[in-house]
Antibody, heavy 119, light 112 residues
Framework: EVQLLESGGGLVQPGGSLRLSCAAS????????MTWVRQAPGKGLEWVSK????????FYADSVKGRFTISRDNSKNTVYLQMNSLRVEDTAVYYC????????????WGQGTLVTVSS | IVMTQSPDSLAVSLGERATINCRSS????????????LAWYQQKPGQSPKLLIY???TRQSGVPDRFSGSGSGTEFTLTISNLQSEDVAVYYC?????????FGQGTRLDFK
């Protein structure tokens, strides 16, 4: 059974940093591209970032480019999202999702971790 | 690519049909493989999104056949036939034709 378990969310002040982690199991992690998607309270889904299975390429939404960094450790079956210079508008539930190879739909999602940016 | 869904919300009676539309600001059809890079997701209250359909019309394993997708290019439709109580949710379309990937704003489906 595919499982994705996010962690690392919490309350942070504007301008602060957080690192989210997503521990994967139940599939060949090193074969799968991974994605982060967020959802602000009461709002819709917003695609945030993607990393190739081998870390060769990364992609970002314009809203987070230059502030967020996605990475992965295939030896630990974990994908990360380093979030710097956080803004109030980054407040959201952050979901980790596995992409179905070889293309971009997300066939499994984690339960999400809440990031709250507030002073 | 901007994805726009319509309507924002709709109410349908049990057993009836619900139709949700999704329009992309540019084509998500790759001519090389004739595939539309369009997926549909369902999100029930308090839950994570769940994949329903990919390639615009292919049902994910385990998804009931009352869910169907159609369309090509820039115009797509999700149809839910014989609406059941468990279908109350918000539905999103997503293009994965190019990064940054993008979602529609969502359509809330309730009972009439």
């Amino acid at each position: 059974e595919v499982q994705l378990l996010e962690s690392g969310g919490g309350l942070v002040q504007p301008g602060g940093s957080l690192r989210l982690s997503c521990a994967a199991s139940g599939f060949t992690f090193s074969d799968s591209d991974m994605t982060w998607v967020r959802q602000a309270p009461g709002k819709g889904l917003e695609w945030v970032s993607k990393i190739y299975f081998n870390s060769a390429k990364t992609f970002y939404a314009d809203s987070v480019k230059g502030r967020f960094t996605i990475s992965r450790d295939n030896s630990k079956n974990t994908v990360y999202l380093q979030m710097n210079s956080l803004r109030v508008e980054d407040t959201a539930v952050y979901y980790c999702a596995k992409e179905a190879p070889p293309t971009g739909w997300s066939d499994h999602w984690g339960q999400g971790t809440l990031v709250t940016v507030s002073s | 690519i901007v994805m726009t869904q319509s309507p924002d919300s709709l109410a349908v009676s049990l057993g009836e049909r619900a139709t949700i539309n999704c329009r992309s600001s540019q084509s998500v059809l790759y001519s090389s493989n004739h595939r539309n890079y369009l997926a549909w997701y369902q999100q029930k209250p308090g839950q994570s999104p769940k994949l329903l359909i990919y390639w615009a019309s292919t049902r994910q394993s385990g998804v009931p056949d009352r869910f169907s997708g159609s369309g090509s290019g820039t115009e797509f439709t999700l149809t839910i036939s014989n609406l059941q109580s468990e279908d109350v949710a918000v539905y999103y379309c997503q293009q994965y034709h190019e990064t940054p990937y993008s979602f529609g704003q969502g359509t809330r489906l309730d009972f009439k």
